[in-house]
């Protein structure tokens, strides 16, 4: 009795093992079914950004020369920014496992993809010779505006270069009546592609008194062949005591 007692907890433990090894292989098939399925969607929405842009890229060629337009596009996490690209007719984004999800204009393109995927405003303008398609905005500014009722206060001014070039900073605090304001990003700076650039400002608003103001800054492309115009940057600042 012992003997076939043992036999049936040996069958149950083979059955059991059985199980376990099936049930992890049906895991890992449909793991690597999902993961596939999950890719493919990311493959598609590559596509989609691709063709929404080429056919804003179109939209403003057929209008013509300074015709400009922005289009909100989603990147996927497995796009590889670093192999696509945007230029010699054609728009291309690498999406990792599938290749490029591309397409090609009959008119001349130039500019380049964020320098991260999700969601992101691209702007797509007529130059006259070709269509330039870039991220909208070439630099993030912390703060975006600068508001304080303390008597004393300083603040401290983040400028990030999203483009894919260089600029030159020129920098002026524009505040009435406020003697005692200062900010320490005078002069000029270059700030390459993915630097930060951080100034300090303070000031001293009189009692009583609502002062406002802001801090202009200009910023000019280093490379005289860009296409890329000038862009000035406004941050308000506005004091109350």
Same mark, same amino acid.
């Given at each position: 009795?012992?003997? +076939? ?6 069958? %149950?433990?083979?059955?059991? #093992? ?7 292989? +049906? ?7 999902? $993961? ?18 080429? /056919? ?10 300074? /015709?400009? #337009? ?16 945007? *230029? ?13 999800? %591309?397409?090609?204009?009959? %008119?001349?393109?130039? *500019? ?25 905005? !070439? ?5 975006? *505006? ?22 030159? +900073?020129?920098?002026? !605090?524009? %505040? ?27 000031? /001293?608003? $009189? ?5 406002? *103001?802001? &801090?202009? &800054? ?20 506005? $004091?109350?005591?």
């Amino acid at each position: 009795m012992r003997g +076939l007692k043992g036999q049936l907890s040996v069958e %149950f433990t083979a059955v059991l #093992a059985s199980m376990l090894l099936i049930l992890v292989l +049906l895991v890992v098939i449909f793991s690597g079914v999902y $993961a596939q399925q999950e890719l493919h969607t990311q493959y598609i929405m590559a596509s989609h950004a691709v063709s929404v842009l080429s /056919t804003q890229a179109k939209s403003v060629w057929i209008e013509g020369k300074d /015709t400009y #337009a922005y289009s909100r596009i989603d990147i996927p996490p497995s796009a590889q920014l670093e192999n696509s690209s945007i *230029g010699n007719n054609s728009l291309n984004l690498y999406v990792s496992h599938f290749g490029d999800a %591309f397409e090609i204009t009959s %008119f001349n393109t130039s *500019g380049w993809w964020p320098n991260q995927t999700g969601s992101v405003i691209m702007s797509v303008r007529n130059n006259g010779s070709h269509v330039l398609i870039r991220p909208a905005f !070439l630099f993030s500014l912390s703060p975006l *505006g600068v508001y304080t009722s303390s008597g004393n206060s300083a603040h401290i001014i983040n400028i990030t270069n999203n483009a894919n070039e260089s600029f030159r +900073l020129s920098k002026a !605090l524009v %505040f009435v009546s406020c003697p005692s304001c200062s900010y320490d990003g005078g002069g000029t700076h270059i700030i390459v592609s993915g630097d930060s650039y951080v100034s300090n400002l303070t000031f /001293t608003p $009189a009692s009583n008194q609502i002062t406002s *103001g802001y &801090i202009q &800054i200009n910023a000019s492309p280093l490379s005289s062949s860009s296409d890329i115009e000038n862009v000035s940057i406004i941050i308000p600042l506005t $004091a109350v005591r």
